[in-house]
């Protein structure tokens, strides 16, 4: 009932800048948290960077100062713009949803289908 579609990954030299989006669509009828994941190559999946839907925003040690989590909630969208980069941020990143349906006032948690950042050294 609930689709999130991701954009924006890609490959990039050090230093670079990358900005993903992730778009919901379907029966929803509020989102509460919209956050984005990682995961490395041989390595569990970690948050990056969430956000409430009051704005409050959450990020990962290693990407503070460098990457920005914002959301629109008008296109029900969470962006991240990645700037710095670094080869350690290579991994596959997923957005992340909290959403109540239509259906429901049960929250569910919707995963996008990730996209793959690569950053060359």
């Known amino acids: 009932q609930v689709q999130l579609v991701e954009s924006g990954g890609g490959l990039v030299q050090a230093g670079g800048s990358l900005r993903l989006s992730c778009a919901a669509s379907?029966?929803?009828?509020?989102?509460?948290?919209m956050g984005w994941y990682r995961q490395a190559p041989g390595k569990q999946r970690e948050l990056v960077a969430a956000i409430t839907n009051g704005g409050t925003t959450n990020y990962a040690d290693s990407v503070k100062g460098r990457f920005t989590i914002s959301r629109d909630n008008a296109k029900n969208t969470v962006n991240l713009q990645m700037n710095s980069l670094k080869p350690e941020d290579t991994a596959v990143y997923y957005c992340?949803?909290?959403?109540?349906?239509?259906?429901?006032?049960?929250?569910?948690?919707?995963w996008g289908q990730g996209t793959q950042v690569t950053v060359s050294s």
């Open positions: 379907g029966s929803i009828f509020s989102i509460n948290d």
């Open positions: 992340n949803f909290d959403v109540r349906t239509i259906y429901s006032i049960r929250r569910s948690i919707f």
